[in-house]
């Protein structure tokens, strides 16, 4: 078996927007869908963000930015499905 296929996943990414949960107070953000946490990677205007440094994923469902962001400014993400 090809090194690639014993690493890789079955399922496939997807993409998410959770950008109309921004309201400039908020820091924790719920997920389209359940995920495996370690596939979170959040992207705030397009920049990706450190995970444990800006973002922590709190469970399969949520997770947490260490600043609230302004209205205006975009998160969307990538993530593997549960």
């Known amino acids: 078996m090809p090194i690639a296929r014993a690493f890789s996943s079955s399922k496939a990414s997807k993409v998410g927007d959770v950008t109309s949960q921004i309201d400039g107070v908020k820091t924790t953000f719920t997920l389209p869908e359940s995920i495996e946490v370690s596939t979170l990677c959040v992207f705030i205007n397009g ?36």
Not at 55 to 81: C, Q, R
């Open 47 to 82: 920049l990706n963000q450190r995970r444990n440094d800006t973002i922590t994923a709190v469970s399969a469902s949520t997770f947490t930015l260490s600043y609230s962001p302004v209205v205006g400014e975009t998160i969307t993400i990538t993530y593997t499905p549960l």
